[in-house]
């Protein structure tokens, strides 16, 4: 094979390896993991400062408990699994910006931990909160980590 054909052929592979989010952008993902209570939690992914409900960029879990459902102790039907992780996204959010996820629980005890993903790295890992009567906001900024200045020497 010539150099201009391994060139191509790598180009196309790559094409299925990376996000394709515009310039100034950046791909993020949301790993939400629940405990034996799924049904309980309620979330949104939002630029921060922004109340819940208000320029949501995606919801997630139970809308029965929604935006003002925390403490209610209701324990509605629905929502998510029990003990499980569901991945959301992708989404190209602008490189450098905050956001906010805004968790509220049903019990108001918490129970769902998020790991914010950019540019395919696990960049905020372990985030939770109770999701008491307000909510509980996690803020992150969208980030990517620097990349690797590596060279090769002899």
């Given at each position: 094979m010539t150099k201009g054909l391994y060139t191509l052929l790598f180009s196309i592979l790559s094409l299925n390896m990376v996000a394709q989010c515009p310039t100034g952008e950046v791909e993020v993902t949301i790993d939400v993991t629940t405990d034996s209570y799924g049904n309980e939690g309620y979330w949104q992914l939002v630029p921060s400062g922004n109340n819940c409900g208000a320029?949501?960029?995606?919801?997630?879990?139970?809308?029965?408990?929604?935006?003002?459902?925390?403490s209610q102790q209701a324990s509605p039907t629905g929502g998510y699994a029990n003990n499980t992780t569901i991945s959301t996204g992708p989404w190209c959010l602008t490189q450098g910006a905050s956001y906010q996820i805004i968790f509220v629980d049903d019990?108001?005890?918490?129970?769902?931990?998020?790991?914010?993903?950019?540019?395919g790295f696990p960049m905020y890992t372990g985030l939770t909160g109770t999701?008491?009567?307000?909510?509980?906001r996690l803020?992150?900024?969208?980030?990517?980590p620097p990349p690797y200045d590596m060279s090769c020497q002899s």
């Open positions: 320029g949501t960029i995606f919801f997630g879990g139970n809308n029965l408990v929604g935006c003002s459902g925390g019990y108001g005890d918490g129970g769902f931990r998020f790991q914010v993903n950019i540019g999701g008491a009567a307000a909510g509980t803020t992150f900024v969208a980030e990517p």
